[in-house]
T-cell receptor, first 113, second 114 residues
Framework: GESVGLHLPTLSVQEGDNSIINCAYS??????FIWYKQESGKGPQFIID?????DKRQGQRVTVLLNKTVKHLSLQIAATQPGDSAVYFC????????????FGAGTRLAVHP | GAGVSQSPSNKVTEKGKDVELRCDPI?????LYWYRQRLGQGLEFLIY????????KSGLPSDRFSAERTGESVSTLTIQRTQQEDSAVYLC????????????FGPGTRLTVL
C-alpha cells in the first residue's frame, strides 16, 4: 500500500555535527512534502516543505532534498544543537485542494554535548 | 488563544467507558483535523472538518469513534466503549483552508485506557 517510511528509527549525533534524516515514500502521485519536528509532550511543528518541482530547498540551518527518481526525501540539519533533539516526521500529500497528509513513523534525533 | 489548545491534557479511563476530547482551534482557521499517535509511531489521520462541508471521516478506525465541530470553532472527539488499544495521544490541528503548510498542532491529549 501507499506509505511513507524512514530508514533510521534513531540517530545520535555530536553537538555541532551535521545531521541527515532520511525518508522514503511510495506514492508517486504525492507532489508535496513536509518535515515536522516533535518535541516531547508537544504537537508536531512545521519545519520546512518542498514541492515536487524542486529538488532542494533551504531554510535556517535546514535543507530538504527530494529525489523523485528513487522516491527519497532527506532533511539535513547543519551544526546540530541540543535544542534539535526531537522526533522528526516526514509527511506527503498531493497538492491542490484538500488532501490528507500521510505521516511516516518518525526518527528520533539525539544530540550529545 | 494564540495556538491550538486541547483538553484534557491527560485522561485515564477504564475499559468500556466513554471519553470526550476537546479541541479549540486557532481563531479564523476554517479547517480542523484529528490525528491519533500511538507510542513511538507516526500520526494516523482520523477526521477532517472544513467549513460547512461534509467532514472526511475516512480515518476513523471504528464506529466507536465520532467527532463533531460547531461551526468553525470547538471540536469534540468522542470514543465510546473505550478499549486498551485506544490508548494513544490524540492530536488536533487547524489550518487556513486545507493548506497543510499552515497546519498548526495542539499539544495533544494523552489517553490511557486501563
Amino acid at each position: 500500500g501507499e506509505s511513507v517510511g524512514l530508514h533510521l528509527p534513531t540517530l545520535s549525533v555530536q553537538e555541532g555535527d551535521n545531521s541527515i534524516i532520511n525518508c522514503a515514500y511510495s506514492n508517486s502521485a504525492s507532489d508535496y512534502f513536509i518535515w515536522y519536528k516533535q518535541e516531547s509532550g508537544k504537537g508536531p511543528q512545521f519545519i520546512i516543505d518542498i514541492r515536487s518541482n524542486m529538488d532542494k530547498r533551504q531554510g535556517q540551518r535546514v535543507t530538504v532534498l527530494l529525489n523523485k527518481t528513487v522516491k527519497h526525501l532527506s532533511l539535513q540539519i547543519a551544526a546540530t544543537q541540543p535544542g534539535d533533539s526531537a522526533v522528526y516526521f516526514c509527511a506527503e500529500t498531493r497538492s491542490g485542494g484538500y488532501n490528507k497528509l500521510i505521516f511516516g513513523a518518525g526518527t528520533r534525533l539525539a544530540v550529545h554535548p | 488563544g494564540a495556538g491550538v489548545s486541547q483538553s484534557p491534557s491527560n485522561k485515564v479511563t477504564e475499559k468500556g467507558k466513554d471519553v470526550e476530547l476537546r479541541c479549540d482551534p486557532i481563531s479564523g482557521h476554517t479547517a480542523l483535523y484529528w490525528y491519533r499517535q500511538r507510542l513511538g509511531q507516526g500520526l494516523e489521520f482520523l477526521i477532517y472538518f472544513q467549513g460547512n462541508s461534509a467532514p472526511d471521516k475516512s480515518g476513523l478506525p471504528s464506529d466507536r469513534f465520532s467527532a463533531e465541530r460547531t461551526g468553525e470553532s470547538v471540536s469534540t472527539l468522542t470514543i465510546q466503549r473505550t478499549q486498551q488499544e485506544d490508548s494513544a495521544v490524540y492530536l488536533c490541528a487547524s489550518s487556513l483552508g486545507g493548506r497543510p503548510d499552515t497546519q498548526y498542532f495542539g499539544p495533544g491529549t494523552r489517553l490511557t485506557v486501563l
